[in-house]
């Protein structure tokens, strides 16, 4: 089936498609709201940045020029949004009261093998980075930017973007070497 | 040469395959452990996610935003579709665009059958013509070339009955030749020792010759 690209269903939304709208936005939402999650924490969370981001898409749609993707354009936006709504959570909030994306509910015997443990321990463990930190490593791994686009996205230099990727990875390398050595001690 | 970080990067671009990457960085313990905690982002970021994604009324958010706008829709594409359609309609119809004497015309040449018919008349007589004609010089090539060999025929016939009465006079030559050796001998075997007998016992012997033998 033939695919509309980006800046087609763009320019076909601004002259009031609302079905162009729709097909834009599935395109994006399940990446956007797993953005969320990561970087959040929690549902809650993540789908009051979903529907904000949604809104200042909806609103800045035209602003949208074609200098970058549109991806790049629209996670420019989740940033900034992610960000600042991770600035205004409380401060006393525990971060581990925040629950986990695995579903612990399921007693499968997957969930018990050593992979399925390890994928989680890892989602943990990106909760401890600092936001700033987890952003790079969000984008770097889970949206696979590139570093000069992830430093247009958050307008700082690409030296800096390096530098919090490097002490991201340094600090998880850390923090996994510790659970990991946590959770054989549990066994 | 590369660096460690140079290496990390590539290796992240994909410019350099995993194996390659972690022979290098091995001897390095803090690059060596960058390379395998972002290997295991790489894997977590791979996994499939089955979390649901909630439901957001994204059409209401569109409604006020742009709702007011009516849909434009391009003209091209309509023109497009109506210029075809009437192309095809005069390359069906019996329609006709002519430009004569600088002046251009557009008719409805209903006799468009009949001068086609009177064309395919002067098309098929022409062709006929042609081939009646090209009939004639064939069946004229072909009596010269019959000619030419009764000719030869007639040639090799004449020569080989020649030849034929040649091997036949030479054959009846031969048949003489041994009936004559033929009586001769027997001459020479029956009638001469007759004939000497009876000349031995005769005291006359007129035709004895020389060497004792007579001639019949």
């Known amino acids: 089936m033939f695919k509309r690209s980006d800046e087609s269903l763009i320019n076909k939304a601004l002259d ?78 525990d ?23 390890t994928q989680k321990i890892v989602q943990q463990q990106l909760k ?15 949206q696979q930017f590139t ?29 996994l070497e510790v659970a990991h050595v946590e959770q054989s001690a549990n066994f | 040469m590369l660096n460690n970080q140079q290496i990390f990067e590539a290796w992240l671009a994909g410019k350099l395959t995993t194996a390659e990457c972690e022979q290098q960085l091995q001897s ?24 649901a994604v909630p439901d957001i009324d994204t059409s209401q958010m569109f409604r006020q935003q742009w709702g007011g706008r009516r849909t434009k829709t391009a003209w091209w594409p309509k023109l497009s579709v109506g210029m075809s359609a009437m192309a095809l309609i005069f390359s069906i119809s019996p329609l006709q665009l002519q430009l004569e004497d600088g002046a251009l015309a557009l008719r409805w040449n209903q006799n468009n059958s009949v001068q086609q018919q009177q ?40 020569e080989n009955e020649q030849k034929a009465r040649r091997g036949d006079m030479i054959e009846l ?8 050796q033929s009586d001769w001998q027997y001459w020479q075997d029956n009638v001469q020792p007759t004939q000497a007998r009876l000349d031995y016992n005769s005291s006359y012997q007129p035709n004895r010759t020389k060497t004792g033998v007579n001639k019949p």
């Open chain 1, 16 to 93: 009031g498609d609302e079905r162009a709208w729709h097909q834009l936005v599935s395109r994006y939402q399940s990446m956007l709201y797993h953005y969320g999650l990561r970087l959040m924490g929690n549902p809650d969370d993540a789908r009051d940045l979903l529907q904000d981001v949604l809104m200042v898409l909806c609103r800045n749609l035209a602003q949208f020029r074609g200098d970058s993707s549109f991806k790049t354009w629209l996670f420019g936006i989740a940033n900034y949004r992610a960000m600042d709504m991770l600035r205004k959570r409380k401060p006393t909030q």
């Open chain 1, 95 to 117: 971060i581990d009261d925040s629950p986990d994306l695995f579903n612990d509910d399921e007693p499968s015997q997957e969930a018990r093998l050593h992979g399925q443990q």
């Open chain 1, 128 to 142: 401890y980075l600092p936001a700033d930190q987890r952003l790079v490593v969000e984008l770097r791994f889970y």
């Open chain 1, 147 to 175: 570093f000069d686009e992830i430093a247009d996205q958050l307008a700082i230099s690409s030296n800096t973007v390096k530098s919090r990727f490097y002490a991201a990875l340094d600090k998880l390398r850390t923090q």
């Open chain 2, 28 to 51: 390095d313990t803090e690059w060596y452990g960058r390379f395998l905690t972002a290997q295991q982002l790489q894997r977590h970021a791979k996994s499939p996610t089955f979390t």
């Open chain 2, 119 to 158: 064309q395919l008349t002067t098309m098929l007589a022409s062709f006929q013509q042609e081939q009646q004609q090209y009939l004639q010089q064939q069946l004229l090539n072909q009596q010269q070339q019959q000619a030419t060999q009764l000719v030869l025929l007639k040639d090799y016939m004449t």
């Open chain 2, 173 to 180: 030559v031969e048949y003489l030749n041994q009936q004559r």
